[in-house]
């Protein structure tokens, strides 16, 4: 039997992931299934970090951008270098 007082604490969780904006990300590790190989990206206070070559190269990837766009709103858009 759940208590009483869950249903409000669910009621206020479904509302939090509604409201996506109020959410902000500090840090982070996910993996990513990349085409050829696995790729982890990382996220610290607004710095993306992927250990793919591409990104040691240009400091953006396919991999960090896709987090960006998934995590619209909730991570600050990092700075993209002219490619």
């Known amino acids: 039997m759940m208590d009483s007082s869950m249903y409000g ?3 206020k969780a479904k509302r939090y992931a509604e409201e996506r904006e109020r959410i902000k990300f500090q840090h982070f590790e996910a993996l990513i299934e ?3 190989s696995d790729k982890t990206v990382r996220y610290d206070n607004g710095k993306w970090d992927c250990d793919c070559h591409y990104f040691s190269n240009y400091g953006v990837c396919a991999h960090t951008m896709a987090f960006e766009i ?8 990092g700075e993209h270098p002219e490619v």
């Open 9 to 11: 604490k669910i009621d």
């Open 34 to 36: 990349g085409n050829n």
């Open 70 to 77: 998934i995590l619209e709103k909730m991570v600050v858009p």
